[in-house]
C-alpha cells in the first residue's frame, strides 16, 4: 500500500458518532494511512430491523475497493445478515462494541498491518485473530 493512502471504514449509523471521535483522535489516521469513516443509513428502530437497509448498507461497503472494516449494527439478528455479505468480500466486521472502541480495534488492525498490499485481507485476519 503506497504511503498516504486512504481506506474507508464503513460504520453503521447510531455508532457513527463515536467511531468518529475515535478515528479523529489520531489525526483521522491509523499509521500512515488515512482512514475515512462512512456513516450508513438507519436500518433498525422501534425495536425493528429492516433486512433491505442492511443488505443495501453491506453491499455498498463490498463495492468501494477501498474498504478495510465494517462497524457493525447494533442488533444481532441484523449482524448476522449483513456478516455473509461482508464475510464473502472478506470484509472485517466489528459488532457488540461502541463505535468508539470499534474504531479503536480497527486503527490497531490497520497499523499492524503496516504496508500490505492486501491490505483488507490482513486487517480482517487481525481482527479475527484478536
Not at 468480500?89 to 459488532?95: H, K, P, R, T
Request: charged share 25%; net charge negative; with cysteine.
Amino acid at each position: 500500500m503506497e504511503e498516504g493512502a486512504r481506506v474507508s471504514v464503513y460504520v453503521a449509523a447510531p455508532l457513527c458518532a463515536g467511531a468518529k471521535r475515535e478515528i479523529g483522535r489520531h489525526g483521522d489516521r491509523a499509521g500512515e494511512v488515512r482512514v475515512r469513516p462512512v456513516c450508513l443509513a438507519p436500518s433498525e428502530g422501534g425495536g425493528r430491523i429492516d433486512l433491505a437497509v442492511i443488505g443495501a448498507n453491506a453491499r455498498r461497503a463490498t463495492q468501494d475497493t477501498s474498504t478495510v472494516g465494517y462497524i457493525g449494527e447494533t442488533d444481532p439478528r441484523a449482524t448476522r445478515f449483513s456478516s455473509t455479505i461482508l464475510e464473502s468480500a472478506g470484509i472485517a466486521q466489528l459488532s457488540g462494541m461502541s463505535g468508539r472502541a470499534a474504531m479503536a480495534r480497527l486503527v490497531e488492525a490497520i497499523e499492524a498491518a503496516g504496508n500490505a498490499d492486501n491490505l483488507r485481507e490482513v486487517v480482517a485476519d487481525e481482527i479475527a485473530g484478536g
